[in-house]
Protein backbone atom coordinates (compact mmCIF):
# COMPACT_ATOMS: atom_id res chain seq x y z
CA UNK A 1 0.00 0.00 0.00
CA UNK A 2 1.45 3.34 -0.67
CA UNK A 3 1.08 6.87 1.43
CA UNK A 4 -2.42 7.53 2.33
CA UNK A 5 -1.29 11.34 2.52
CA UNK A 6 1.59 12.72 2.95
CA UNK A 7 1.17 16.62 4.20
CA UNK A 8 4.06 19.04 4.93
CA UNK A 9 4.28 22.27 6.25
CA UNK A 10 7.85 23.79 4.74
CA UNK A 11 7.24 26.90 7.46
CA UNK A 12 8.38 25.31 10.32
CA UNK A 13 9.37 21.73 8.52
CA UNK A 14 6.15 19.73 10.16
CA UNK A 15 5.48 16.45 8.35
CA UNK A 16 2.59 14.01 8.98
CA UNK A 17 1.96 10.85 6.96
CA UNK A 18 -0.44 7.95 6.83
CA UNK A 19 -0.63 4.43 6.05
CA UNK A 20 -3.08 1.27 5.52
CA UNK A 21 -0.95 -1.98 6.69
CA UNK A 22 -1.76 -4.59 4.08
CA UNK A 23 1.71 -5.64 4.16
CA UNK A 24 3.21 -8.73 5.49
CA UNK A 25 5.70 -8.25 8.26
CA UNK A 26 8.91 -9.54 6.25
CA UNK A 27 8.17 -6.41 4.05
CA UNK A 28 8.29 -3.84 6.96
CA UNK A 29 11.51 -6.34 8.27
CA UNK A 30 13.25 -5.62 4.86
CA UNK A 31 12.66 -2.22 4.87
CA UNK A 32 14.29 -1.42 8.25
CA UNK A 33 17.82 -2.43 7.10
CA UNK A 34 19.84 -2.70 10.07
CA UNK A 35 17.09 -3.44 12.83
CA UNK A 36 15.25 -6.52 13.60
CA UNK A 37 11.33 -5.92 14.90
CA UNK A 38 11.52 -6.47 18.57
CA UNK A 39 9.39 -9.66 19.82
CA UNK A 40 5.86 -8.46 20.43
CA UNK A 41 2.24 -10.42 21.89
CA UNK A 42 0.90 -9.92 18.68
CA UNK A 43 1.90 -9.86 15.21
CA UNK A 44 -0.64 -7.72 14.93
CA UNK A 45 1.47 -5.34 16.89
CA UNK A 46 4.90 -6.10 14.88
CA UNK A 47 2.94 -4.81 12.57
CA UNK A 48 1.99 -1.79 14.10
CA UNK A 49 5.70 -1.27 15.51
CA UNK A 50 7.49 -1.50 12.53
CA UNK A 51 5.26 0.04 10.05
CA UNK A 52 5.61 2.87 12.26
CA UNK A 53 9.14 2.61 12.00
CA UNK A 54 9.27 2.40 8.29
CA UNK A 55 7.07 5.07 7.90
CA UNK A 56 9.29 7.61 10.16
CA UNK A 57 11.83 6.73 7.63
CA UNK A 58 9.63 7.36 4.65
CA UNK A 59 9.48 10.93 6.00
CA UNK A 60 13.03 11.34 7.21
CA UNK A 61 15.38 9.12 5.36
CA UNK A 62 17.96 9.10 7.78
CA UNK A 63 15.70 8.99 10.92
CA UNK A 64 17.94 7.15 13.78
CA UNK A 65 14.83 4.46 14.52
CA UNK A 66 17.14 2.12 16.18
CA UNK A 67 17.72 5.22 19.22
CA UNK A 68 14.03 5.83 19.89
CA UNK A 69 13.37 5.33 23.35
CA UNK A 70 10.00 5.10 25.60
CA UNK A 71 9.48 7.60 28.48
CA UNK A 72 7.97 6.43 31.95
CA UNK A 73 4.49 7.63 30.68
CA UNK A 74 5.34 5.96 27.18
CA UNK A 75 5.96 8.48 25.25
CA UNK A 76 8.60 7.84 22.17
CA UNK A 77 11.59 10.14 22.06
CA UNK A 78 15.02 10.23 21.02
CA UNK A 79 17.22 11.14 23.66
CA UNK A 80 19.05 13.94 21.88
CA UNK A 81 15.91 15.63 20.83
CA UNK A 82 17.06 16.41 17.00
CA UNK A 83 13.55 15.24 15.93
CA UNK A 84 10.30 15.53 17.64
CA UNK A 85 7.85 12.90 16.34
CA UNK A 86 4.96 11.16 17.27
CA UNK A 87 3.38 7.97 16.41
CA UNK A 88 -0.40 6.63 16.46
CA UNK A 89 -2.10 3.29 15.19
CA UNK A 90 -5.69 2.29 14.84
CA UNK A 91 -5.44 -0.69 13.07
CA UNK A 92 -4.83 -1.20 9.81
CA UNK A 93 -4.04 2.76 9.43
CA UNK A 94 -0.80 4.30 11.30
CA UNK A 95 -0.18 7.51 11.30
CA UNK A 96 3.40 9.35 12.22
CA UNK A 97 4.40 13.39 12.67
CA UNK A 98 7.78 14.70 12.04
CA UNK A 99 9.08 17.91 13.73
CA UNK A 100 12.48 19.54 14.15
CA UNK A 101 11.54 22.24 16.55
CA UNK A 102 8.91 21.52 18.83
CA UNK A 103 6.63 18.60 20.86
CA UNK A 104 4.23 17.16 18.51
CA UNK A 105 1.58 15.17 19.32
CA UNK A 106 -0.57 12.81 16.58
CA UNK A 107 -3.68 10.41 17.04
CA UNK A 108 -5.39 8.43 14.16
CA UNK A 109 -8.62 6.96 15.16
CA UNK A 110 -10.68 4.69 13.13
CA UNK A 111 -14.57 5.21 12.98
CA UNK A 112 -16.43 2.78 15.07
CA UNK A 113 -20.22 3.81 16.18
CA UNK A 114 -20.45 2.94 19.68
CA UNK A 115 -18.47 6.04 20.06
CA UNK A 116 -21.64 7.86 20.01
CA UNK A 117 -23.20 6.66 22.65
CA UNK A 118 -19.38 6.47 24.83
CA UNK A 119 -19.21 10.41 23.82
CA UNK A 120 -20.68 11.78 27.29
CA UNK A 121 -17.47 9.91 29.38
CA UNK A 122 -14.87 12.70 27.39
CA UNK A 123 -17.02 15.24 25.53
CA UNK A 124 -18.93 18.18 27.93
CA UNK A 125 -22.33 19.42 27.06
CA UNK A 126 -21.11 22.33 24.46
CA UNK A 127 -18.21 20.31 22.77
CA UNK A 128 -21.52 17.49 21.51
CA UNK A 129 -23.01 20.71 20.14
CA UNK A 130 -19.88 20.91 18.24
CA UNK A 131 -20.00 17.44 17.06
CA UNK A 132 -23.49 17.41 15.96
CA UNK A 133 -24.07 13.76 17.36
CA UNK A 134 -22.32 12.86 14.04
CA UNK A 135 -19.62 9.88 14.71
CA UNK A 136 -17.23 11.38 12.45
CA UNK A 137 -17.40 14.80 14.23
CA UNK A 138 -16.86 12.83 17.52
CA UNK A 139 -14.09 10.73 16.50
CA UNK A 140 -12.36 13.73 15.12
CA UNK A 141 -12.88 15.60 19.08
CA UNK A 142 -12.08 12.42 20.60
CA UNK A 143 -8.60 12.22 18.18
CA UNK A 144 -7.54 15.78 19.30
CA UNK A 145 -7.48 15.01 23.24
CA UNK A 146 -5.50 12.29 22.40
CA UNK A 147 -3.36 14.12 20.35
CA UNK A 148 -3.04 16.91 23.05
CA UNK A 149 -1.84 13.99 25.40
CA UNK A 150 0.69 12.93 23.67
CA UNK A 151 1.82 16.53 22.86
CA UNK A 152 2.10 17.09 27.24
CA UNK A 153 3.84 13.66 27.41
CA UNK A 154 3.40 13.36 31.53
CA UNK A 155 0.68 10.96 31.89
CA UNK A 156 -2.77 11.08 33.67
CA UNK A 157 -5.08 13.37 31.94
CA UNK A 158 -9.12 13.70 33.00
CA UNK A 159 -9.80 14.15 28.74
CA UNK A 160 -13.51 15.73 29.75
CA UNK A 161 -12.34 18.50 32.33
CA UNK A 162 -8.33 18.79 31.40
CA UNK A 163 -8.86 19.10 27.60
CA UNK A 164 -11.64 21.37 26.44
CA UNK A 165 -12.42 21.81 22.73
CA UNK A 166 -14.60 25.16 21.98
CA UNK A 167 -14.06 26.27 18.48
CA UNK A 168 -14.46 24.24 15.98
CA UNK A 169 -13.29 25.75 12.02
CA UNK A 170 -13.45 24.38 8.82
CA UNK A 171 -10.71 25.72 6.88
CA UNK A 172 -10.35 24.40 3.20
CA UNK A 173 -9.87 20.86 3.35
CA UNK A 174 -9.13 20.26 6.87
CA UNK A 175 -10.39 21.33 10.23
CA UNK A 176 -8.97 23.62 13.14
CA UNK A 177 -9.72 22.96 16.25
CA UNK A 178 -8.90 25.64 19.60
CA UNK A 179 -8.82 23.69 23.30
CA UNK A 180 -8.04 24.70 26.59
CA UNK A 181 -5.67 22.69 27.94
CA UNK A 182 -6.13 22.45 31.75
CA UNK A 183 -4.08 20.50 33.44
CA UNK A 184 -2.79 21.61 36.73
CA UNK A 185 0.75 21.40 35.70
CA UNK A 186 0.31 22.78 32.61
CA UNK A 187 -2.46 25.81 31.55
CA UNK A 188 -2.62 26.72 28.04
CA UNK A 189 -4.56 26.90 24.92
CA UNK A 190 -3.79 24.77 21.96
CA UNK A 191 -4.43 24.82 18.61
CA UNK A 192 -4.99 21.28 16.33
CA UNK A 193 -5.41 20.61 13.00
CA UNK A 194 -6.75 17.62 11.62
CA UNK A 195 -9.22 16.20 9.42
CA UNK A 196 -11.64 13.27 8.76
CA UNK A 197 -10.83 10.79 5.86
CA UNK A 198 -13.18 8.03 4.63
CA UNK A 199 -12.37 5.54 7.33
CA UNK A 200 -10.33 7.62 10.30
CA UNK A 201 -9.92 10.73 11.69
CA UNK A 202 -6.49 12.41 12.86
CA UNK A 203 -5.54 15.45 14.67
CA UNK A 204 -2.31 17.15 15.52
CA UNK A 205 -0.93 19.56 17.59
CA UNK A 206 2.96 21.40 18.65
CA UNK A 207 3.79 23.43 20.89
CA UNK A 208 2.10 26.43 19.94
CA UNK A 209 0.55 29.44 21.98
CA UNK A 210 -2.37 31.53 20.91
Same mark, same amino acid.
Given at each position: ?97 ? $????? =?? !?????? /???? @?????? *? ?9 ? $????? =?? !?????? /???? @?????? *? ?54
Amino acid at each position: MSLIKHWSEEQDGKQLAFWKIEEPLDFFASQLKGWEIPIARSERRQLEFASSRFLLQELVADFPVQDVQINDKGKPFLPNESLHFSISHSFPYVGVAV $SPKRS =IG !LDVQTY /EPKI @KRLQDK *FLGIDEQRLSD $SLIEK =IT !LLWSSK /EAAY @KWYGEG *FMDFKEHMIVHEWLDIDDYVQLKMNFKHPKQRTDLMLQGRMESEFAWACTESFDL
